[in-house]
Every structure is written in C-alpha cells, then in structure tokens.
C-alpha cells in the first residue's frame, strides 16, 4: 500500500500538481571551487539581479548573453510550465520556485552554482491531493494488471518519482 500511495504522490505532481512558468539565469560554479570564486559569483549575479529589480536590464537579454543553462538562455531565461519534479535534482532551486508569488525574484545558490529566478505564471493544483490520491489508486487497481505489468510500472514510476520497491507479490 504504501508503494502504491507513493507511486500516486509522483503521478500527482506530474498530472495534477501545481505549475510554475519563469525566468532563469544560472552560473555555473565547478564542484571544487573555493569561496572565492564562490563569492565573486555571487557578487556578480546580485549586480545583474538589482539591475533586473531596477528595470535597469531586460532578463532575456542577460539570460541569452550570459546564462549557462542552455535550455533556458536559448529562449531569454524562459521556462516552464513544470511541475515539482522537473527540478527535483536541484532542490534548493524546485523548493525557491514554487514558494516565489508571481512576478517575484530571487537569488539563489544550489550545489551547481549561482541563479536569478523569478515566477511569471503560477498555477495552483487542478485537483486535490485527496481526490487525486482516490483517482489515481483507482486507475491503477481497475486495469488490473498482470505481475509483469505491475513490476514494469514500478520500474519506470521508480526513476520517476524516486519510490522505494517494497511491495511483494509473492
């Protein structure tokens, strides 16, 4: 029971789950940097993010010069819309974007280096986590499915939504 209500938890941030568009700008600092070069790229980022504040910059301009998340620089820092587990990687950075109201800005370090983020659209959940929770146990139950099936769908819901295996069949 409690693999299947975790597999659900993951199935309901995905197709049910709250929304987040935004802006992003991200440095990159190497793993075995000082904090020096921490610090010179913190000071740098807070620049560029008061002169954002300030209406003195355009983000997409900043983002497309000098952004190293490619995905996002490409189109001016957007992106979005993404559910809790599209940056689940980079904790700080997931738990930042879906707390910032929208139009709000923020600066911020995780373990890959320095970001400016900020929230442009947000969308609450479409259903709640109760009423999600019943429908998706219940989708799952009524296709009752073969033990294969089952040890495939816990497989793949495993590197999605991280579940530990402890169900047992036998």
Not at 112 to 120: C, N, S, Y
Not at 152 to 161: C, D, I, M, R
């Amino acid at each position: 029971k409690r693999t299947l209500e975790r597999i659900a938890a993951g199935l309901y941030e995905q197709r049910f789950g709250p929304r987040v568009s935004g802006l992003h700008i991200f440095w990159r600092v190497p793993s075995d940097a000082d904090e020096a070069t921490w610090a010179k790229a913190w000071k740098h980022a807070e620049t560029i993010h008061d002169k954002l504040l300030q209406g003195q910059l355009k983000f997409s301009k900043v983002a497309k010069a000098e952004s190293d998340d490619e995905n996002s620089a490409e189109n001016g820092g957007k992106f979005g819309p993404v559910d809790r587990t599209v940056f689940r990687s980079v904790p700080v950075f997931n738990d930042v974007i879906f707390k910032l109201p929208r139009g709000g800005m923020r600066l911020l370090r995780s373990r890959e280096g320095v970001h400016i983020v900020k929230v442009t659209k947000a969308e609450p959940a479409t259903l709640s986590w109760k009423e999600a929770k019943r429908r998706l146990l219940e989708e799952l139950i009524a296709k009752d499915p073969t033990e294969a099936e089952i040890d495939s769908l816990l497989k793949s819901l495993e590197k999605a939504a991280r579940v530990e295996r402890r169900l047992s069949l036998k």
